[in-house]
């Protein structure tokens, strides 16, 4: 008597493994007739011939691919091509599964993936209806979907939380009382939550919305200082989100708006504005348009004033914004040199300052001013006073150009050098940049000395 196979004993699994034998005998003619077949046609053959050995060993066949097998069209992603957990719409008014459509956007892709038109905005609605219809369909093929209202993504962030944050953006357009609340919750949910910085960069709306109270102020006494330091804040906050620094700094309002909040309000809102201004040069061409702006300018005044508070954040703005050649030509000119050395020379943030003052040393302007300013003795009592070696660094760089640009330093450098030894004791235990350099203005000081002696 033959023996009685596991698929006749039950007709449930007789019809599935029928089901999962045509899809093989599909997706094999598939591999075997078109050329031109994709590598997802052979993954899927594969789970579909792995599902069948499970049916055969009487093992549950996983959820993705029994939901994907014969479901609508209608009903997959066409991203995934998979069934759809949480379909959502997109600008151009096709249907994704928000998870496939996220990945795609976050890819840096501003295209729909079917239609190719660029989105307006990448703002995503819940496909309500065909939620319904797919969770109907489910449970008609005894499949448990996943519950659409605990359904998140990557970043955690559920449809109230995108309700919510749109209706605090709604606010901004609102009364006072009403802008102020919003203002601080925005600043305290971007600080908390990386998702909600994220946010910002899905629509091109959302930042203009965000800056709304300041923008239609119609002079700088209207503005409500608590509800600056919120927004600038908040823009700050946006400006640490790596995706966001492009969007930020191009938003035509936002340099505008944060060089008015360098020259007014309160002192945590000058600081994270110059903070903002850091961070988003981190971009080279943020640093190029914001120079342009005229931003270095506020920057330098408040370094000047010199309040604690700011002083770090400013010498990082300025710092960074120097990296290009043609902000260091900005800074000379809008007086950068004389408010650094002023400051070197009270000793304060000395570290921050010289890696600025090194840095401006290449504009041949600024190598004038130090020399008119008394900067030689300076930076040569920094080198006797300092345990720093990047301090000392940076000084002998600074003297090494003034040294070979401006030959009535020399004296100063000679007399230096027979009091104290300063820079021929750094030749010798100093970096090896800094050897390098004070060789260098040893070298040129003692022919001088030398071809005097001559004549």
């Known amino acids: 008597m033959a023996k009685t196979g596991v698929f006749e004993s039950d007709p449930t699994m007789v019809a599935k493994a029928t089901e999962l034998k045509k899809e093989l005998q599909r997706l094999v003619k598939t ?11 052979i993954d899927r053959a594969n789970q579909t011939l792995t599902a069948l050995k499970d049916l055969k060993l009487k093992r549950p066949i996983s959820w993705k691919l029994h939901a994907s097998l014969a479901c ?24 994704y599964d928000r998870l496939f459509i996220q990945k795609w956007l976050k890819a840096g892709n501003r295209t729909c993936p079917q239609s190719q038109q660029v989105l307006s905005h990448t ?12 969770s109907q369909w489910c449970k008609s093929q005894g499949i448990q979907l996943l519950d659409p209202v605990q359904y998140s993504n990557e970043d955690g962030l559920t449809e109230a939380d995108r309700d919510h944050f749109l209706s605090l953006l709604e606010k901004m357009s609102s009364t006072l009382p009403d802008q102020k609340e919003a203002a601080r919750e925005l600043r305290l949910l ?26 239609q102020s119609t002079s700088q006494s209207d503005i409500q200082p608590d509800l600056q330091e919120d927004l600038i804040t908040t823009l700050l906050n946006l400006s640490i989100h790596d995706n966001n620094k492009k969007l930020v700094a191009e938003t035509p309002m936002v340099i505008p708006l944060l060089m008015d909040a360098l020259r007014s309000g309160t002192i945590e809102t000058r600081s994270n504005a110059a903070a903002a201004l850091f961070t988003l040069s981190a971009l080279d061409s943020n640093k190029a348009l914001i120079g342009k702006s005229g931003a270095l300018k506020p920057l330098i005044d408040l370094l000047e004033e010199g309040h604690p508070l700011a002083m770090k954040d400013v010498a990082s703005a300025i710092f960074n914004l120097c990296i290009i050649h043609e902000n260091k030509a900005r800074a000379v000119r809008d007086g950068a040199v004389r408010v650094i050395l002023k400051k070197i020379m009270n000793r304060v943030h000395v570290d921050e300052l010289l890696a600025i003052l090194a840095m401006l040393s290449s504009n041949q302007k600024a190598v004038e001013e130090l020399g008119e300013l008394g900067a030689v003795p300076c930076l040569l009592s920094l080198i006797r006073e300092s ?17 070979f640009s401006d030959r009535t330093k020399w004296k100063e450098m000679r007399e230096e050098e027979n009091t104290h030894g300063t820079i021929s004791q750094l030749a010798q235990d100093g970096t090896s940049r800094a050897k390098r350099k004070a060789s260098g203005i040893l070298e040129r000081v003692n022919r001088a000395v030398n071809l005097t002696h001559t004549a």
């Open 31 to 41: 591999i075997v007739d078109d050329d031109d077949f994709n590598v997802e046609t």
């Open 72 to 95: 609508p069209e209608e009903f997959r992603c066409p991203l995934s091509k998979e069934l759809m957990r949480d379909p959502v719409i997109v600008a151009t008014g096709q249907t």
């Open 123 to 134: 703002i995503l609605t819940p496909n309500h209806l065909i939620q319904d219809m797919i």
């Open 190 to 215: 971007t600080k908390k939550m990386p998702s909600f910085r994220a946010m910002f960069g899905e629509s091109l709306d959302a930042i203009p919305q965000l800056l709304n109270p300041l923008s």
């Open 387 to 403: 345990s720093c070696a990047r301090n000392k660094e940076n000084c002998i760089a600074i003297l090494h150009i003034i040294c």
